[in-house]
């Protein structure tokens, strides 16, 4: 038999912050391998007790391939459950493609991204009306080697919404590019370690100045994210002026203009 290998996003940590197609996927699977560092341990709430269920974290690509194999070959849904969602910053094209040359249908399930539940946790928004309307998914480069023009410099010069991914362990190197791209050592920056796990989220809120230090007090290392925009504290400004998209003069496609 040929089972279904699918790639779901467990989401950023919270059992219930993965889609409820995900959910469905996981109580139907026979067999799931999740990521254990990065996966939370709770999401799997979702899995069947007879369920087989392994952890990824010290198996190679290799490893992870010859696993997705063999449990197709035995069980009808198998699921690959990735952290946040699982077109970023996973490797799923090199897991798909052997099991696309031996025949195996693979589907993926999105999942709601850690930038999403950072911003969310901090109760902010990514993009904010003729302040900033683009958003950038990025990272520093390391082992991962990047193209020059996607060095963080370059991509911050935009001036736009960052989240930073992978990164945290190198905050100072982070700022470093900022502050070479133009941003000002008041510039706010935002780090959410944990983004949504149950007890164990962390939120730090500074300045370019400042926030490699409160990382380091806080000793943030690893699993966090780095939102930097001119849109953060938006909520607090006194003397902003209100969005063209709710003003009454301003014609939009199901509101006459008044
Ligand atoms: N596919 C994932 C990203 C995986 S890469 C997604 O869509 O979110 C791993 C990086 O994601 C971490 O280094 C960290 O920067 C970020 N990350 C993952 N889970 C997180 C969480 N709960 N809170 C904050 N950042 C998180």
Not at 19 to 38: D, H, K, M, N, P
Not at 173 to 184: I, R, S
Not at 204 to 228: E, F, H, K, S, W
């Amino acid at each position: 038999m040929n089972g279904k290998v699918w790639f779901v996003g467990a989401g950023p940590g919270a059992p219930d912050l993965i889609t409820v197609r995900g959910a469905r996927l996981l109580a139907e699977a026979g067999a799931i391998l999740y990521t254990g560092s990065l996966v939370a341990e709770t999401v799997l709430e979702w899995a069947s007790p007879d369920c087989e269920i392994a952890d990824s974290k010290s198996m190679d690509l290799q490893q992870v391939t010859a696993w997705l194999l063999e449990q197709a070959q035995r069980h009808a849904t198998v699921v690959r459950l990735q952290t946040g969602d699982p077109t970023l910053y996973g490797v799923f094209a090199e897991l798909a493609r052997p099991l696309d040359h031996a025949g195996i249908p693979v589907g993926i399930v999105s999942g709601v991204s850690s930038a999403m539940a950072s911003a969310a946790a901090a109760g902010e928004c990514l993009t904010l009306p003729e302040i900033t309307q683009t958003v950038i998914f990025t990272r520093l480069s390391e082992r991962t080697q990047m193209p020059e023009r996607e060095s963080l410099t370059a991509l911050a010069a935009h001036g736009c919404t960052l989240c930073i991914f992978l990164s945290i362990e190198r905050i100072e190197a982070v700022v470093e590019h900022l502050t070479a791209a133009g941003w000002h050592g008041t510039a706010p920056v935002v780090i959410v370690h944990k983004a949504t796990w149950p007890d164990e989220e962390l939120i730090l809120r500074g300045t370019l100045d400042d926030i490699a230090m409160q990382c380091r007090v806080a000793r943030i290392d690893r699993q966090a994210l780095i939102l930097v925009s001119p849109a953060l504290g938006a909520r607090a400004w006194t003397d902003a002026q209100p969005s063209k998209l709710y003003d009454a003069a301003f014609p939009r496609r199901f509101r006459p203009a008044s």
